[in-house]
């Protein structure tokens, strides 16, 4: 629990870091009109997250690249399509695999914030080797998030989230998660995020912290 706090203190630590550094910019007319967040633009982003799992005798660390592109559908409503790789692997303990997700995002913005709530599908190929015995566990799961993007300025935003996942085939392993993200369009067409989640996992899932860093290219 100690190593969870002063991880997610050196979370908190590097969103105030590139909020400030966000803050000293000029504001300049960046953004041309466009939504401060990621809710409502057309965009495609590259991320790389790096999982830490907890509770483990010898926890590994995994690496999950990743891609999105988001396409508003209506001025309430996005579609995100995304895909990601997990390569987590440490002693005798190695898990690996993609996975393929589509959700849906309605959301209604108000000056003061953008509530939101997303509603996903997905299939995940995933593979676990434990003292070299190797175990597939390909399945469909869905995702569900409720939580706000806040305009921090013309060019940035947080967003605070709480999501679930869970998979359809028994047991059904699924995650709790607490998520929060800073992102910051350096133009236009450029921008950048930060952000960390904390994972609780029942019915095989482990329990695990995820810092990811992206970077967005927008199309509006």
């Known amino acids: 629990m100690k190593h969870s706090v002063n991880s997610?203190?050196?979370?908190?630590?590097?969103?105030a870091l590139l909020l400030t550094s966000a803050q000293a910019q000029s504001a300049a007319e960046a953004n041309s009109g466009n939504?401060?967040?990621l809710l409502g633009r057309t965009y495609t982003s590259f991320d790389l997250g790096v999982e830490r799992f907890q509770h483990l005798a010898s926890p590994p660390t995994g690496w999950m690249p990743g891609v999105d592109l988001n396409l508003p559908m209506s001025d309430n409503f996005d579609?995100?399509?995304g895909v990601s790789y997990l390569h987590a692997a440490k002693g005798t303990l190695k898990l690996s695999g993609p996975t393929f997700e589509n959700s849906v995002s309605a959301y209604y913005r108000t000056k003061i914030a953008a509530p939101f709530l997303s509603l996903g599908v997905g299939y995940a190929w995933q593979k676990s080797t434990v003292?070299?015995?190797?175990?597939?566990?390909?399945?469909?799961?869905?995702?569900?998030?409720?939580?706000?993007?806040?305009?921090?300025?013309?060019?940035?935003?947080?967003?605070?989230?709480?999501?679930?996942?869970?998979s359809f085939r028994r047991p059904h392993a699924r995650n709790l998660g607490y998520d929060i993200a800073a992102n910051y369009w350096l133009s236009d067409v450029v921008g950048t995020s930060l952000g960390a989640e904390v994972k609780h996992?029942?019915?095989?899932?482990?329990?695990a912290i995820t810092y990811t860093a992206g970077v967005h290219f927008s199309f509006d």
Not at 8 to 15: K, P, R
């Open 8 to 15: 997610m203190g050196a979370a908190v630590l590097g969103f």
């Open 35 to 37: 939504p401060p967040g």
């Open 79 to 81: 579609d995100l399509l």
């Open 131 to 166: 003292a070299g015995v190797a175990t597939r566990d390909n399945h469909l799961l869905y995702d569900a998030a409720a939580g706000f993007e806040i305009p921090l300025r013309t060019d940035a935003a947080l967003r605070i989230a709480v999501e679930r996942d869970e």
């Open 201 to 207: 996992g029942r019915g095989g899932a482990y329990d």
